[in-house]
């Protein structure tokens, strides 16, 4: 039986206008993490994903660094609650 853990991530810095959250899409469908993605009033990205452990920390690990015109100062992550999510949304 497979363990699927969610978290929600919170990226700071210059992530906006730089296709973030596509691209964090693209990192999720490509290690099966679902989700979604918005781009928030204060400048951040906000995320939430879930799936296995392991690839959900891969997401993660790619926030750090993002696309290549990004420039990401904090990722923030907190455990939450699998909600049982599909798919992945841009919101």
């Known amino acids: 039986m497979s363990t699927v853990v969610a978290r929600h991530v919170t990226i ?13 899409r693209r990192q999720a469908q490509a290690r ?3 989700g979604w993605a918005r781009n928030t009033a204060d400048g951040t990205v906000e995320a939430m ?11 993660i690990d790619w926030c ?18 699998p909600e049982g999510l599909n798919g992945f949304e841009i919101r």
């Not at 015109?69 to 455990?79: G, I, K, L, P």
């Open 12 to 24: 700071s810095g210059r992530v906006q206008g730089v296709f973030f959250r596509d691209s964090l």
């Open 32 to 34: 099966g993490v679902a």
């Open 49 to 59: 994903l879930e799936g296995e452990p392991a690839d959900v920390e891969r997401v």
């Open 64 to 81: 750090r660094s993002g696309p290549s015109r990004a420039e990401v100062d904090e990722v923030r992550v907190r455990e939450r609650a």
